[in-house]
């Protein structure tokens, strides 16, 4: 059974477009990350949930707004889309006592 | 602010010989440290971490990483290399964040190719 999973897997859009990502976790895991990594496989931290709390929120423009609804899930989504939004988004989860990440397979974005 | 950095952004290397991925890291108290492996197209994989304890510490698929305080280094290393291995490694370290909460900041990563 997949740990933590994210829908869609791909993703295409144009420009202007608002969309969401999902991610979901059946580990059991208190805290849950998103990750953008761009074309050179650089891999940045955008948001943390601990559980069901924003405790983390990097420079990331307003235009991406997380949910959790509960610490099974934390979605993603963005208005407005970009060009440079272009990227791979990865979703990660873990028990906040042992640091551990768990990701997703990874949700590859297209703005056209 | 805490950083890691892999000096090497593509590591070649024979089947069979020993392989070691470079990672330094700069942080102001104790290192919480990482690596992770991300095969085309998946998501990473926790391959093992560094809290405390030996210095040298083992991993999943053979590999095992040293922590040298005086060098400020965490080299992944493995005494014999797969083709399977080819993939893209990723160095990380814990760091605190504005909000008194820890964040973890990765390394560029490097890709190692290991040559039949």
């Known amino acids: 059974d997949t740990a933590v999973s994210q829908t869609p897997k791909y993703l295409v859009t144009q420009m202007g477009n608002d969309k969401s990502i999902k991610c979901e976790q059946n580990?059991?895991?208190?805290?849950m990350y998103w990750y953008k990594q761009d074309s050179k496989k650089f891999l940045k931290i955008m948001f943390s949930?601990?559980?069901?709390?924003?405790?983390i929120n990097e420079t990331v423009p307003n235009r991406f707004s997380p949910k959790s609804p509960d610490k099974a899930h934390l979605n993603l989504h963005i208005n407005s889309l970009e060009l440079g939004d272009s990227a791979v988004y990865f979703c990660?989860?873990?028990?906040?006592?042992?640091?551990?990440?768990?990701f997703g397979p990874g949700t590859r974005l297209t703005v056209l | 602010a805490q950083s890691v950095a892999q000096p090497e952004d593509q590591v070649n290397v024979a089947e069979g010989n020993p392989l070691t991925v470079k990672c330094t890291y700069s942080?102001?108290?104790?290192?919480?440290l990482f690596w992770y492996v991300q095969y085309p197209n998946r998501g990473l994989q926790f391959l093992l971490k560094?809290?405390?304890?030996?210095?040298l510490v083992k991993g999943s698929y053979g590999f095992e990483a040293e922590f040298n305080k005086s060098q400020t280094s965490f080299h992944l290393k493995k005494p014999s290399a797969l083709v399977s291995d080819s993939a893209l490694y990723f160095c990380?370290?814990?760091?605190?964040?504005?909000?008194?909460?820890?964040?973890?900041?990765f390394g560029t990563g490097t890709r190692l190719k290991v040559l039949a």
């Open positions: 990660a989860s873990s028990l906040s006592r042992t640091d551990t990440q768990y």
């Open positions: 580990l059991g895991h208190d805290t």
């Open positions: 949930y601990n559980n069901k709390e924003l405790i």
């Open positions: 942080v102001s108290g104790n290192p919480y």
């Open positions: 560094y809290i405390t304890g030996d210095n």
């Open positions: 990380a370290v814990r760091d605190m964040g504005s909000s008194g909460t820890y964040k973890y900041i």
